[in-house]
């Protein structure tokens, strides 16, 4: 079978993004379009299988296990994103019924908790691939990739020129140009 060489660092880069971000990413999505993209552009993307060294059989475990684990991942993400639409709608119904939320919160924590298993039990997958050699190469581009991932939070954050508040169903936001009225 041919390996093509093209979609195999891509698949590498998100794979190695999903296993380490997918928790966090995944809570932070409402389903609108982000201003600035969480990986790196194409070009500066690293070719993950040159610098981890896999060898053939290795590529077929990566390509193999995420074929099988795919549908999971994406079934937890959609589960999780629909619990979290349906907490914060039943917080903010017009009548508040607390029983309701109370079970949208233990819904919720539910589709977290999957998340998270489904998370580690992906990375200790990759991890029994990886040899000690090739366990070390992936700490490293681990870490840089979340250095790079902090500094562009950091750039976001500078750019931003005050805090973003959550729009709420049924909430009155005022524009944020608008200056305060004197008291008399």
Request: hydrophobic residues 40%; glycine residues 4%.
């Amino acid at each position: 079978m041919q390996i093509n060489l093209r979609t195999v660092p891509r698949f590498l880069l998100l794979f190695l993004a999903a296993c380490t971000l997918f928790g966090a990413v995944v809570l932070g999505q409402d389903g609108k379009e982000k201003e600035e993209p969480e990986t790196p552009p194409v070009q500066e993307r690293p070719n993950l299988m040159r610098a981890l060294g896999l060898r053939p059989e290795q590529v077929q475990q990566f390509r193999r296990f995420n074929q099988d684990w795919r549908p999971k991942r994406q079934a937890a993400a959609m589960q999780l994103r629909l619990a979290n639409r349906e907490l914060d709608q039943a917080i903010y119904a017009d009548a508040l019924d607390e029983a309701m939320v109370r079970a949208k919160l233990a819904a919720f924590q539910e589709a977290q908790k999957e998340v998270a298993r489904l998370r580690f039990e992906e990375e200790l997958a990759i991890r029994k691939i990886l040899d000690p050699e090739q366990l070390q190469r992936f700490r490293e581009l681990r870490r840089r990739f979340a250095e790079n991932r902090q500094q562009r939070q950091l750039r976001r954050q500078e750019n931003q020129p005050g805090p973003v508040r959550p729009n709420r169903p049924g909430q009155r936001l005022a524009p944020r140009n608008r200056q305060p009225r004197p008291i008399n």
